[in-house]
């Protein structure tokens, strides 16, 4: 099938993907691809669920509200998902939202939310989370869903970092300097990606963010961003200096 020939829609799975194994859908599921899409018997969609790569599977209703999937045959293989974590104080939900699904689209492999002294918001909804990492991974053809942890305080999440993961930390405090330049002169290493809350860390986190060894402290430039500004900024600086964008 060319490229041109493939199904515009796309669901991520929990179940196994193997060729003839019908899954059946969640109620939510069948409803979005029968009544929402109006697809019906035969017309075929991508599956994927982080494991088995990507699928093609053909619809099978069971009426207007059930449906399963056939799937066909795989199109993709599965890839092992980007080594790079993204650390960061959580907001308020629609910021939040735009902050995991962009996130998701940079290739981060791992999402950690960090309290900080300043951090807006103390408690998460993880399930929202995850969805957010879903949606933005089936609509931007990822085959890696992002592992998603409970929130932790600062001190616990640096302490949880391999001492040989190079943790970037973007700081307003900073000396302003290229950060491309910056980046430019660090080796390849796995990645850790650090972004603070709104009004940024106080002096005593700064200190301790610094003091952990293997961190690079990196400004983002003359203008205060808001924080899910600053994600979407760092995440491309990094990916395209250290990560697996083409150099």
């Known amino acids: 099938m060319p490229p041109t020939d493939l199904p515009r829609h796309r669901l991520f799975l929990e179940a196994d993907l193997i060729a003839g194994a019908a899954v059946p859908l969640a109620r939510e599921q069948a409803n979005y691809l029968l009544n929402v899409l109006r697809l019906k018997t035969d017309d075929a969609v991508l599956v994927f669920n982080g494991r088995d790569g990507e699928w093609l599977a053909a619809i099978v209703a069971e009426g207007r509200k059930q449906a399963s999937l056939n799937p066909v045959r795989q199109l993709r293989p ?74 932790s305080a600062l001190d616990e999440a640096l302490a949880a970092l391999d001492p040989a993961r190079l943790l970037v930390f973007c700081d307003e405090a900073a000396e302003q300097e290229s950060p491309l330049a910056a980046l ?64």
Not at 133 to 139: F, G, K
Not at 207 to 214: E, K, Q, S, V
Not at 230 to 238: P, S
Request: proline share 8%; with cysteine; aromatic share 4%.
């Open 184 to 247: 430019a002169g660090v080796a390849p290493s796995p990645l850790a990606l650090l972004i603070g809350p709104e009004g940024g860390f106080d002096e005593a986190e700064r200190r301790a963010i610094l003091a952990r060894p293997n961190t690079l402290r990196l400004s983002l430039g003359p203008r205060i961003l808001r924080a899910d500004t600053a994600a979407v900024a760092a995440l491309a600086l990094v990916q395209a200096a250290l990560g697996d964008w083409p150099r």
């Open 78 to 151: 599965q890839l092992a998902a980007p080594d790079l974590h993204y650390l960061f104080a959580p907001l308020k939900h629609a910021r939040l939202d735009y902050m995991a699904q962009k996130a998701v689209e940079m290739g981060a492999g791992v999402i950690q939310p960090v309290l900080t002294r300043r951090t807006q918001v103390s408690r998460l909804n993880l399930d929202r989370l995850r969805a957010n990492a879903v949606e933005a991974a089936e609509q931007c053809g990822i085959l890696c869903l992002p592992e998603i942890r409970p929130e």
